[in-house]
């Protein structure tokens, strides 16, 4: 530690005004900041102590509680190989073969991320911030798995810059970095992100008789389009080589799908971290998962076709839609920020995943989509709850 | 009618180094201050002494260009020996050097009863105890012309580490009650005093009469009296109130049956740098250095007037503040700390419940430094403002419309409302460390003077 201290301390003269390399000044302060707390103390006014909880940790608590669902990933992409190709395999097997689909996936989009994020925190002068510790594996987790890594690259950089950089960095930014280097291969490269293919990695080997690599939402919309009652169509689904999409199977996510996104199970430990630790809102994801059932059951009233007869809870564990409320929908910069708001803004989430997923083809994932309109609306929602607050108390004048 | 508030927001900071309840036999104050400085929104000072003068206690010291009835007096009889002045001559300090005994100017005893307004508005102004009357909105001295709709007194102090009423105010219950007659007068509706609902109110207030007593509890910062104006008789746009402390009370009561300016005030010594955490008897704007030096656990340290969340910083050889009954003393936080911020622990204070930060598991009290645990960072978290101001106030809103300086926005989101001292508890738990008082006095004051 006090080697450590010491280099810090040697290269710093470097870095200050007068350096040769003054303009890194910034990347330095950040790297020493990451290793030690800084040092700063509170002004002569004001509060003079501070509580110990700051960006940083805030920023981690949320990593770590998405782990369970990185490790589960990992797993579930050997498993779900190993399936597909009709080999008997290992626990180990099957983790080293998602670590080596995985990893550099992760590995891009921190890499990338983080350098696009230096270069703007040189250019501009402004202090490293910690957003991307939570967007570089968020960006992970969403991608299929074997993505070529120059799209992951290509996403990250374009996520950065445009998702976030150009409305002026962390905290200022109006959609979800994450969804937008999603969003932006979703309709750059849409034969990489989309359809039956990408979701299960084959490598050079062949598929095994009777297996489909569809997701389970794609498996729901066409057994609807050929009259197949949707539960039946997902229950035989995959069958004959003992990968069907059963409630418990797509609940524990043992289907093909994002590297992160696939186990409501995961999504929910992460959920229970963000909640006991006070960092994600309960109110997002409780209203969500209320929006979805409830939107559900209506389509089930309204049941003209087989998709919107299927039973509302199958929504719920249904491709992405826990990851995406408990770790998207949550994003405390642009989802809604009053307590009222957020309310409506999970509740239309989940409201609209159900709409885009039951009457758009084009867009079986309904969650993405749902979720970066909300953020567009999200100022809106706001807007109103404050001005009610406003009436509120010009009311009171009267009285 | 009186009130029973009852608030559940808010954050209660338990500190280590609270002053037992007793007098101390500290080495006596030698110099005594005035500082213009505590007096927010005070514009012109003109000093009224000059370095070598003998006053008494009462004697007018200095006074401001802007309202010049009111009057700032000499807490201590004694040698005036310094006027400090800082850049562009700002005046900074005016400071006695006091006698061995303390004699008072003789201002002539009054009953508020049977003065009339006006003279009853002179008197106190001209008394030196005007000061410790507070406008609200704003947060600055009461203008003598204005006439205030209420007059609240909080009765209790929920701040970390505060000190006790009930001890600082012992057997002061003629002089509170004289103080809450002449109070009466001032305010064309109620004096409120507000009591902490959760215990038995000390023997100070047991027996007030002309007040409302309204009961209110909850966790810090129940005890603000902004807090309890926006529960009790909101300010809206135009209103106007006054606030004053319980020791205001007494000084004013003092100033009717006693006829003197009486400066002499109980403060308690704490924090957890210091050893013997007690309470002293001494004058306003007392020198800290005699009880601070002998007294402290270890060297590198702050000495703050005030408490923790809204005090000053000071010198060891600085003077409380004219509106401090405390000093705390804490260690200084200026280290850095290998992975500080990742490094789970149970001994670092947070409101938090982050992982790795288990304070919470922590029924005891902490020892907190001046550390700020992270720099400053845009806004990010939302909700956390919230959980700490129990009003109905959107604070992150209010914040962005003074960043913004849109002057309508900051009027509609509650700004009348609040001063520094009820957001200090936000600048607390603020995990982006932004100076949240500052901001809004910054926004007070385009207000203010717009």
Redesign the interface.
Known sequence: MKALKNLFDSVKPNFEKGGKWEKFYTLYEGHRTIVFAPDLTTKAKGAQIKDATDLKRVMITVVIAMIPALLFGILNIGHQHFLAVGEEATFLDKAIFGLISALPILVVSYGVGLLTEFIFCVVRNHPISEGFLVSGMLIALVMPPHIPLWQVAAATIFAVVIGKEVFGGTGMNILNVALTARAFLYFAYPANISGDQVWTYLGDKMAVDGFSGATALGVAYSASNDGTPVVEALASHNASIGADYSFINMFMGWIPGSIGETSVLMALVGAAILIGTGIGSWKIMLSGFLGTYVMGTIMNLLAVNEYMAMPAHYHLVMGGLAFGIIFMATDPVSAAQTETGKWIYGLLIGVLTVIIRVTNPAYPEGIMLAVLLMNVFAPLIDYYVVKANKTRRLQRATV | MSKIVKLKKGFD?KLEGEAKKELADFTPAQTFAIKPTDFIGLQRPKVLVNVGDTVKAGTPVMFDKAMDQVIYAAPVSGEVVDVKRGEKRKLLEITILADQTISHEDLGKADPKSLDRDALVAKLAAGGVWPQLIQRPYGVVANPEDTPKAIFISGFDTNPLAADYGFMLEGEEKYFQAGIDALGKLTSGKVHLNLNGASAAPSVFANVSNAEINKVSGPHPAGNVGVQIHHID?I??GDLLWTISPYGVIQIGKLMVEGVYDASKTIAISGSEITNAAYVKTYMGANVSSFVKGNLNSGHV?V?SGN??????ISMDGFVGYYHNQI?V?P???????????MP?TS??????????F?FLNKGKFK????????E???????VF?KVLPM???P??LFKAILAEDFDEME???LYEII?EDV?LC???????N????LVRSGVELLMYS
């Open positions: 900071i909101p809206n746009k702050r703050i923790v969340l809204t005090g000053e910083k705390t804490i200084e936080g200026d280290y850095e700390e290998f992975l500080g911020w990742l622990s670092k204070l947070s409101f938090h419940k982050a992982l790795g930060m304070s907190v430094d001046t550390n700020t645990h992270g720099e960072r845009p806004f990010v978290v939302s909700g919230e109905d106030i959107l992150t809103y509609e989101l509650g520094e200090a600048e607390f738990v603020d995990p982006s460390k100076d949240l008082q500052k």
